[in-house]
């Protein structure tokens, strides 16, 4: 009964590969999120969903493309990836008026490109 | 735009001390206030929030108090434990629910027995 859950949780693959991490929450949730946090824990929003709609595009580039078949599902595709890719992926969810803005992630993504 | 300042680490405690973790904030508006506790090699968990002005929020014998006259959220816990070991996230959010977290950069605490 997990409330956010993301697949897989390690990541390791070549340069120039492409790569597809997946999120799903069963919180009933309206909003979903990506964030990703670099080698020195810093943390920062990368894109946003209200209602399977893309809100937030936080200048990531165009490799990256979210994705969100239905409110309860985000998923994140990278294209050719890049060393500087390298990162944990994080995936959060939260209720429009609800909780206060409080928002529940996902264990996170752990990816490595060799 | 919205910011938070918390002090950097690594902060290293004997058990049984005292912590607090020092958190400030920039914001239009009224945000809310979290912590966030991130445990070696998982994934963040919400330690407690406050949602207005003088409000405490408390959880796992940790505490922090919204103070808009010193826009602070400062974490405090009166003994630490070897299990308390972690980097602690300051965050805040518009309260409307569905605006992305702004997060501080993280303090890493240790806690030695």
């Known amino acids: 009964d997990t409330a956010v859950s993301q697949t897989p949780k390690y990541l390791v693959t070549q340069m120039g590969n492409d790569k597809s991490i997946k999120c799903e929450q069963n919180?009933?949730?309206?909003?979903m999120y990506w964030y990703k946090q670099d080698s020195k824990k810093f943390l920062k929003i990368m894109f946003s969903?209200?209602?399977?709609?893309?809100?937030i595009n936080e200048t990531v580039p165009n490799r990256f493309s979210p994705k969100s078949p239905d409110k309860a599902h985000l998923n994140l595709h990278i294209n050719s990836l890049e060393l500087g890719d390298s990162a944990v992926y994080f995936c959060a969810s939260s209720q429009r008026g609800g909780s206060h803005g409080t928002q529940y992630f996902g264990p996170g993504t752990r990816l490595l490109v060799l | 735009g919205d910011s938070v300042t918390q002090m950097e680490g690594p902060v290293t405690l004997s058990e049984e001390a005292c912590l607090t973790i020092?958190?400030?904030?920039?914001?239009?508006?009224?945000?809310?206030l979290f912590w966030y506790v991130q445990y070696p090699g998982e994934g963040l968990q919400l330690l407690l929030k406050a949602t207005k002005a003088d409000d405490k929020g408390s959880n796992k014998g940790f505490e922090a108090t919204y103070r808009k006259e010193t826009t602070s959220f400062h974490l405090e816990k009166g003994s630490v434990q070897v299990s308390d070991s972690a980097v602690y996230f300051c965050a805040l959010s518009d309260r409307g629910g569905n605006t992305p977290l702004v997060f501080g950069k993280g303090t890493r605490l240790s806690v030695i027995a």
């Open positions: 020092n958190c400030t904030y920039t914001a239009t508006g009224y945000p809310s």
């Open positions: 969903y209200n209602n399977k709609e893309l809100i």
């Open positions: 919180l009933g949730h309206d909003t």
